[in-house]
């Protein structure tokens, strides 16, 4: 009984900290364990799984945590009139959209033209 009184505990813990984050930060970090979820996926089809891979993209994925963090930050001080974090985050769940619609490709599953065109445009500008 006592196990369990801790683990709700900490999910209630876990929850109210999500639940309490901007809705970009929110979706980020759901767009990065997708994003993960999907390497993992195409790394598998491919058979292509490398650890050293997968550690470069999550120091990536912490990397961007830090900016986002940095952000906001950075609003508390500089009483900007806008919250850079969120800002941010929006750019990061932009770029993990991204990464997901070219696991998909890796994997050889279909993606739409249009689609493919749009990745390419954003390609260009983000690289």
Do not use: W
């Amino acid at each position: 009984m006592k196990i369990r009184t801790y683990i709700e505990s900490a999910l209630g813990i876990v929850a109210g900290f999500f639940l309490g984050l901007h809705p970009l930060v929110q979706a980020l970090v759901a767009l990065m364990v997708l994003d993960i979820l999907s390497g993992l996926l195409a790394g598998y089809v491919t058979r292509s799984l490398d650890s050293a891979v997968s550690a470069r993209g999550m120091a990536k994925k912490a990397f961007a945590f830090l900016l986002v963090a940095a952000g906001y930050i950075v609003s508390g001080f500089a009483e900007l009139g806008i919250e850079l974090g969120p800002i941010i985050a929006g750019f990061y769940c932009a770029h993990e959209l991204l990464s997901i619609i070219e696991n998909a490709g890796r994997a050889e599953f279909p993606i739409p033209k249009m689609l493919l065109d749009a990745l390419a445009k954003l390609q260009k500008t983000f690289p």
